[in-house]
């Protein structure tokens, strides 16, 4: 009798330990999912909680005309990072010597190593862009140098329209919008009724000076990764900037910073973030007032919503919805560290 006993005591004090794989919740964690359950939409602090990487299907807001596909997936990573589409330089000397990652270096949280990422019309690159400096050779225009005020490539699932001002993307926030689309040849590509990812992309390729066409893709051996990832569109329309904005959007929907203490928090590792963690989360989702407007899974607002925060916008106008003071996209709040915190205005936090 006294045997089996302990048989029975080790049996239970064997599971007790293996259903404790966590640390148990303490009350700051009880706390913090009363609070998350309360200010989700859902009622459910699960509703924060980003899909795993490899579940291509949970991903938000994907175009019914570019579901996300591992063959898409890949071949995006790859023209993301291609110096080899480069072939329209200002001056032949650049040839090939620039990517979408001259701006969006992923040790750098996908913004540029520099103040300013330069694409066409620089030289060098250093271990994550800092090294990057601009040819003398190139004046003015000649250089392809966006805005001082960098978009993080990541987490981009999360938005329904691309760039600070939500310019790109035929639906949400730009519905009701199409007299303004009319007004640029850039923003004409939102006719095509894509969402803000797929638009903003082929817009991407055309404005950094990247080619794509049947001969890029043979020279440079991706012509089977295209026929991979796209075998339902006809051949003569398949090698084209549009199918390579397709891929690069695949791919960003998969960069997610689903393994951020918080995540891993939410997925139940109550472990994941420090108290001092906790307590932040706390006063973000509760008295700050933070989530307000940050409430999405990567803190962007959803739907998008626009905002003047009292600064002063840069040097150009355009990227105003308010035509009075500046407004400005809510902000993705994950994969921060390793970048600039910047907001728009001239002071770089
Ligand atoms: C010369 C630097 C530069 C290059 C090259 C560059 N980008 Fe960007 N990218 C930026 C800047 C700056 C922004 C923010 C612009 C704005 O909103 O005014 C941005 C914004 C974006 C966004 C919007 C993200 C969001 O949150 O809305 C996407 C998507 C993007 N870029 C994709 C690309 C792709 C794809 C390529 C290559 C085809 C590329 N970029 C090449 C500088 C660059
Ligand atoms: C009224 C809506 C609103 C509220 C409330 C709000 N934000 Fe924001 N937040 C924004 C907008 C809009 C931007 C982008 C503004 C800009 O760049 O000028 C932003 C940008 C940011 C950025 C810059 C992110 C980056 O990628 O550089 C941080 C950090 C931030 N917010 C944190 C917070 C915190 C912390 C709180 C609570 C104390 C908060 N926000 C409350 C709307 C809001």
């Known amino acids: 009798m006294k045997k089996t006993f302990t048989v029975f005591l080790f049996i239970a004090a064997t599971g007790y330990f293996l259903s404790c794989v966590h640390e148990p919740a303490t009350n700051v964690d009880i706390a913090l999912e009363d ?50 589409l480069g072939v329209e330089p200002t001056y032949p000397v650049s040839k090939a010597t620039y990517s979408c990652s001259s701006c969006h270096v992923p040790a750098r949280g996908f913004t540029a190593g520099r103040f300013q990422g330069i694409a066409d019309g620089a030289i060098g690159f250093g271990q994550s862009g800092e090294g990057r400096s601009k040819n003398p050779l190139y004046t003015g225009d000649d250089v392809d140098a966006q805005g001082a005020r960098p978009l993080p490539t990541i987490n981009t699932t999360y938005v329904t329209n691309a760039l600070w001002a939500g310019t790109f993307g035929s639906f949400g926030v730009n519905i009701g919008t199409e007299s303004v689309w009319q007004q640029d040849s850039l923003v004409e590509i939102n006719f095509k009724g894509l969402q803000g990812l797929e638009a903003n992309n082929e817009r991407a390729l055309i404005v950094h000076r990247q080619v794509v066409n049947k001969k890029v893709t043979d020279s440079l051996g991706y012509t089977a990764m295209f026929d991979a990832a796209f075998p339902d ?117």
């Open 35 to 84: 609070l998350l359950n309360q200010k989700s939409a859902t009622g459910s602090f699960e509703a924060y909680i980003m899909p795993v990487s490899g579940d291509y299907a949970a991903l938000p807001n994907q175009d019914v005309k570019n579901p996300v596909t591992a063959t898409k997936v890949e071949l995006g990573r790859m023209l993301f990072f291609e110096t080899g």
């Open 233 to 349: 569109i006809p051949a003569s329309e398949r090698y084209t900037r549009q199918t390579a904005a397709f891929a690069i959007a695949a791919y960003f929907r998969t960069i997610l910073t689903n393994e951020a203490p918080f995540q891993r928090w939410l997925r139940g590792d109550k472990t994941a973030m420090t108290e001092q963690q906790k307590n932040g989360a706390l006063v973000f989702f509760g008295k700050a007032g933070c989530v307000s407007c940050h409430n999405s899974p990567s803190l962007n607002s959803s739907p998008h919503r626009f905002y003047a925060l009292g600064v002063k916008n840069l040097y150009q106008n355009g990227h105003d919805r308010s035509f009075g003071q500046a407004q400005f996209r809510t902000r993705r709040l994950h994969g921060i560290a390793g970048r600039h915190v910047q907001i728009q205005s001239p002071a770089v936090v």
